[in-house]
């Protein structure tokens, strides 16, 4: 099932990005992350939402310190986001930050980034290089004329042969475009460049309706491509949400093991029963399941029956009431106003089943 094009393992505090791994969804906090109540709390409902990695702005001395605090109140690797800064990037090491997010060839003088390189080996810290379009080394932008894929690659090999000449590989690459195209060229051509794991995202893609879409467009070509270990959409909208389109697409491309599916139909005049409420509300329900079941919600009787029964469960609806089945069984006949409440009791029992084999 987690089938990706090979790449180097790279641990992140307890967690393993790439090698045959699944792919692993990140976020990053929109908080002040040396306000450490804000950050904390938003970092808890992430964890709740399913994030397995998340990451921070480090940009001041403060933000630094507030490391140390904010990883003793979570449960997941927390990432530090640094740019140009190579003592912001030591004062994160030093607070016991699992990854730092730095390209080696900002940060100046070639003792900045020994000092770095060897804090992140003394500690077991891996380093990500995030090439992006719209800030890619002057040098290339005059080679190549105008940002491209090749431009982005050629970044990305820049900054991991400064680490390689340290003798440090614990490397994960980003090559991050709002243009989908280009991004898709420069993530498959990296995959053929060197196999550091890939952290895919589309930059700036956008709110959550538009991001969402152009996120599901891009990374979806990659995964269906064995391409990436880890990733995040980046939306314009609260982290939680990211992290639920996150694992609605892991899920399209069957890469995630412990989440639950929906399945309801788009409904149209042969329905008579109010769908649209049920499915939002088992939807809501079944984002919290960490079973790899399949609920279907369909409108009628046409099709209902037939797709009901490649589910786990299913309803399909009849005038004012459901059908319910369970792995192609009718279990009864169900009046709507207690069709979510029937349907969330099959779900947990079947989720108690799961968990008892
Ligand atoms: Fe229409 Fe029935 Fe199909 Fe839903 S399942 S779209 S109600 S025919």
């Not at 099932?1 to 045959?20: A, C, E, L």
């Not at 690797?77 to 390209?103: M, Q, W």
């Not at 996150?246 to 412990?258: D, P, V």
């Amino acid at each position: 099932m987690f089938h990706r094009k090979d790449t180097r393992p790279v641990r992140v505090g307890d967690i393993t990005i790439g090698g045959s791994n699944e792919v692993i969804m990140q976020s990053m906090c929109t908080t002040k992350t040396a306000d450490v109540k804000a950050t904390v709390a938003e970092i808890l409902r992430l964890e709740e939402a399913g994030c397995q990695i998340v990451r921070v702005t480090v940009n001041n001395a403060e933000a630094a310190e507030a490391i140390k605090e904010i990883k003793k109140q979570i449960h997941i690797p927390l990432v530090s986001d640094i740019h140009f800064d190579h003592r912001l990037a030591l004062a994160a090491i030093k607070n016991g930050i699992d990854k730092v997010r730095i390209n080696p060839g900002n940060i100046g003088k070639r003792e900045r980034v020994e000092e770095v390189v060897r804090a992140c080996k003394e500690r077991g810290v891996p380093i990500r290089i995030g090439v992006n379009v719209g800030s890619l080394e002057k040098h290339l932008i005059d080679k190549y004329g105008y940002p491209t894929p090749e431009a982005m690659v050629e970044s990305a090999l820049y900054h991991i042969g400064i680490l390689e000449e340290l003798d440090f590989h614990d490397i994960i690459v980003s090559l991050k475009a709002s243009d989908v195209p280009m991004a898709i060229a420069a993530y498959s051509q990296a995959a053929e460049a060197f196999n550091y794991p890939l952290h895919l995202g589309i930059t700036e893609a956008g709110t959550l309706f538009s991001g969402a879409v152009k996120s599901a467009a891009g990374l979806g070509v990659l995964l269906n491509m064995g391409i990436g270990s880890t990733m995040r959409i980046s939306l314009s909208a609260d982290p939680v949400e990211e992290i639920k389109v996150a694992r609605e697409l892991l899920k399209s491309f069957g890469l995630i093991t412990n989440a639950a599916t929906l399945v309801s139909c788009p409904t149209c005049g042969r329905l008579d029963f109010d769908l649209f409420p049920v499915a939002n509300e088992i939807e809501e329900y079944l984002a919290k399941i960490k079973a790899p079941i399949r609920v279907s919600v369909l409108g009628c009787a046409v099709n209902g029956p037939g797709e009901a029964r490649e589910s786990d469960i299913g309803i399909a609806g009849g005038r004012g009431e459901g059908l319910l089945f369970r792995h192609g069984e009718v279990v009864r006949k169900v009046p709507q106003e207690q069709l979510v409440g029937a349907l969330k009791e099959e779900i947990d029992k079947l989720v108690r089943e799961y968990e008892e084999t």
